[in-house]
């Protein structure tokens, strides 16, 4: 059975800085693009970051290029997201994702998500 | 403002069917394969269709995807209160290099 499990959200304040991990079980994490996709309170899906299935290509919206940091051990199977000068829009529950294969193609499984909460 | 297009708010009646749409540019659908996902209240998002029309396992064939240039269709039959949730339409746009989602459409069975 597919996991994934998201951990490292919070409390963090503006301008401060975090890390998402998730853990992925029950496929061969190294053959698939993995990726984050955010969801405001009460707004829609945004995808934030991408990663190739080995690591070599990674992408990233507009809104955190610079900020965040995207990153997979593939001898844990765990994905990461770096995330540093947090601002307050960046409140959100982050989902990770795994990919039918590549980025190019749908995500077939997605993590119970882990809320980030960015605020004095 | 969202690349891909979705009305808001669709609603219909238990058993009736519904057409849910998603229209986007010669850069995505146009040019990539389009996915469709429903978020239940309080849940993370679920793969109801890739590669425009080919659903996963155990989704019921209730539920259809189509593709015709560029905008994409989710059609679902035999509605149920259950299929009340918010769906969203994916796909790779190649302007942008990433993946992009429509805004999500409400669906209210009444």
């Known amino acids: 059975e597919v996991q994934l499990v998201e951990s490292g959200g919070g409390l963090v304040q503006p301008g401060g800085s975090l890390r998402l991990s998730c853990a992925a079980s029950g496929f061969s994490f190294n053959n698939y693009a993995m990726s984050w996709v955010r969801q405001a309170p009460g707004k829609g899906l945004e995808w934030v970051s991408g990663i190739s299935s080995g690591g070599g290509s990674t992408y990233y919206a507009d809104s955190v290029k610079g900020r965040f940091t995207i990153s997979r051990d593939n001898s844990k199977n765990t994905l990461y997201l770096h995330m540093n000068s947090l601002r307050a829009d960046d409140t959100a529950v982050y989902y990770c994702?795994?990919?039918?294969?590549?980025?190019?193609?749908?995500?077939?499984?997605w993590g119970q998500g882990t809320l980030v909460t960015v605020s004095s | 403002q969202s690349v891909l297009t979705q009305p808001p708010s669709v609603s219909a009646a238990p058993g009736q069917k519904v057409t849910l749409s998603c229209s986007g540019s010669?850069?995505?659908?146009?040019?990539?394969?389009v996915s469709w996902y429903q978020q239940l209240p309080g849940t993370a998002p679920k793969l109801l269709i890739y590669d425009n029309n080919k659903r996963p396992s155990g989704i019921p064939d209730r539920f259809s995807g189509s593709k015709s240039g560029t905008s994409a269709t989710l059609g679902i039959t035999g509605l149920q209160t259950g299929d009340e949730a918010d769906y969203y339409c994916g796909t790779w746009d190649s302007s942008l290099s990433t993946p992009v989602f429509g805004g999500g459409t409400q669906l209210t069975v009444l």
């Open positions: 010669s850069s995505n659908i146009g040019d990539h394969y």
């Open positions: 994702a795994k990919h039918v294969l590549v980025l190019i193609r749908g995500s077939d499984y």
